[in-house]
T-cell receptor
Framework: DAKTTQPNSMESNEEEPVHLPCNHSTISGTDYIHWYRQLPSQGPEYVIH???SNVNNRMASLAIAEDRKSSTLILHRATLRDAAVYYCIPMNTGNQFYFGTGTSLTVIP | EAGVAQSPRYKIIEKRQSVAFWCNPI?????LYWYQQILGQGPKLLIQ????????DSQLPKDRFSAERLKGVDSTLKIQPAKLEDSAVYLCASSLVWSSGGTDTQYFGPGTRLTVL
């Protein structure tokens, strides 16, 4: 299973963009890259996923490197409600997740 | 649509006691997962069901943990007997299909926080 490396923690000012990096150099060619986040005392929730090309949805954007060894989750305007632990997770074809420790995002008012 | 339901939300037991957690997935979801999340760590997959069959239980400590999914809907995870190191949040998740090629979304419940004294 692909291993991921993420910063333990990051800070952002409110209403500024946030770029959350993830390295997944051992990812297989068929693994989708998923991002989930976990707010305090809640279960993880889906943010976005992609395979090769960049993806956008109402929550965030996902930029995937051409060699697929890294990706970046972009929150365009951080709000206090975005304070959470963000997980970058390669998903195999069996739909299985292997979570790392994620990045704890602090949003400063 | 209703989300994944779990009960109880909190449980405190003494070591060597037994405990059971219940999960009701989103209606129509074929795949159900149980995760264990120890404080400060990411969730760890314990078992994955496709309908009422086990797809993967390689990380389930089978000497003390058991899980079943009757009729391919609700699921129960049991620990017997509990150890101190079982203190964690137990998360249930469901997804619509199993073999989606890695595109399916998992929906998580709020979890059950277990404290073993």
């Amino acid at each position: 299973d692909a291993k991921t490396t993420q910063p333990n923690s990051m800070e952002s000012n409110e209403e500024e963009p946030v770029h959350l990096p993830c390295n997944h150099s051992t990812i297989s060619g068929t693994d989708y890259i998923h991002w989930y986040r976990q707010l305090p005392s809640q279960g993880p929730e889906y943010v976005i996923h992609g395979l090769t090309s960049n993806v956008n949805n109402r929550m965030a954007s996902l930029a995937i490197a051409e060699d697929r060894k890294s990706s970046t989750l972009i929150l365009h305007r951080a709000t206090l409600r975005d304070a959470a632990v963000y997980y970058c997770i390669p998903m195999n074809t069996g739909n299985q997740f292997y979570f790392g420790t994620g990045t704890s995002l602090t949003v400063i008012p | 649509e209703a989300g994944v339901a779990q009960s109880p939300r909190y449980k405190i037991i003494e070591k060597r006691q037994s405990v059971a957690f219940w999960c009701n997935p989103i209606s129509g979801h074929a795949t159900l997962y149980w995760y264990q999340q120890i404080l400060g760590q990411g969730p760890k997959l314990l078992i994955q069901f496709q309908n009422n069959g086990v797809v993967d239980d390689s990380q389930l400590p089978k000497d003390r943990f058991s899980a079943e999914r009757l009729k391919g809907v609700d699921s129960t995870l049991k620990i017997q007997p509990a150890k101190l190191e079982d203190s964690a949040v137990y998360l249930c998740a469901s997804s619509l299909v199993w073999s989606s090629g890695g595109t399916d979304t998992q929906y998580f419940g709020p979890g059950t926080r277990l404290t073993v004294l």
